[in-house]
């Protein structure tokens, strides 16, 4: 920089040194200000900075937790998952396995109730010809019975004829006899 002192008998004009000594003084001194007033405020920036970047720390610890508490959850819901699968695998098995089984059960129950509907009609037929049989022979037992009566009532006729005839023979013979007797 080149400055323009007056010369002087002992070199430069003393009050052009001071006035430059006092200019650069000030010059220096408003830089100085100028320069405190940005250190300040990149001071206060730093302050800040140093605040927002341990409050982003904080929350980027927090986040890490909260990822590794997602991560770990992610991880459950992952076996979770799996284990829902695999039970649904199983559980699709078990309904089919169920359904063949109701099907097979199915078919043995409608084979038994065919089974059971058949001896069902055999024994009706049975019991009709039964029925038809013991008619039979309770009609041929009744006819029976009918003859005994009858021969029972002839029978007794038959004896009460004897027996009237009986007592006439008796009092004939009483007569018979009286009259020998006399």
Same mark, same amino acid.
């Given at each position: 920089?080149?400055?323009?002192?007056r010369?002087?008998l002992?070199?430069?004009?003393?009050s052009?040194?001071? %006035?430059?000594?006092?200019?650069s003084?000030?010059?220096f001194a408003?830089?100085?200000?100028?320069?405190?007033?940005?250190?300040?405020?990149?001071?206060?920036?730093?302050d800040?900075s140093?605040?927002?970047y341990?409050?982003?720390?904080? %929350?980027?610890?927090?986040?890490?937790? &909260?990822?590794?508490e997602?991560?770990?959850?992610?991880e459950?819901?992952?076996?979770l998952?799996?284990? +829902?699968? &695999?039970?649904?695998?199983?559980?699709?098995?078990?309904?089919?396995? +169920?359904?063949?089984?109701?099907?097979k059960?199915?078919?043995?129950?409608?084979?038994?109730v065919?089974?059971?509907?058949s001896a069902?009609?055999?024994?009706?037929?049975?019991?009709? *010809?039964l029925?038809?049989? +013991?008619?039979?022979?309770?009609n041929?037992?009744?006819?029976?019975?009918?003859?005994l009566i009858?021969?029972?009532? %002839?029978?007794?006729?038959?004896? *009460?004829?004897?027996?009237?005839?009986?007592?006439?023979?008796k009092?004939?013979?009483?007569?018979?006899?009286r009259t020998?007797?006399k």
């Amino acid at each position: 920089m080149a400055v323009g002192f007056r010369k002087s008998l002992f070199g430069f004009n003393c009050s052009d040194v001071m %006035e430059y000594i006092e200019r650069s003084q000030k010059t220096f001194a408003e830089k100085e200000q100028e320069l405190s007033k940005q250190v300040e405020t990149l001071t206060s920036d730093l302050d800040l900075s140093n605040e927002n970047y341990n409050k982003l720390n904080t %929350e980027k610890e927090m986040i890490a937790k &909260k990822l590794a508490e997602f991560s770990e959850k992610y991880e459950e819901i992952e076996r979770l998952s799996e284990n +829902i699968g &695999k039970l649904y695998l199983v559980a699709q098995a078990n309904a089919q396995a +169920i359904m063949a089984n109701s099907e097979k059960n199915a078919r043995l129950a409608n084979r038994e109730v065919e089974k059971n509907l058949s001896a069902i009609n055999d024994a009706h037929e049975s019991l009709d *010809s039964l029925k038809k049989s +013991i008619v039979e022979t309770s009609n041929g037992f009744l006819s029976e019975i009918d003859g005994l009566i009858a021969s029972l009532n %002839e029978t007794r006729e038959a004896v *009460s004829a004897n027996t009237s005839a009986d007592a006439e023979y008796k009092n004939q013979f009483d007569e018979v006899y009286r009259t020998l007797t006399k």
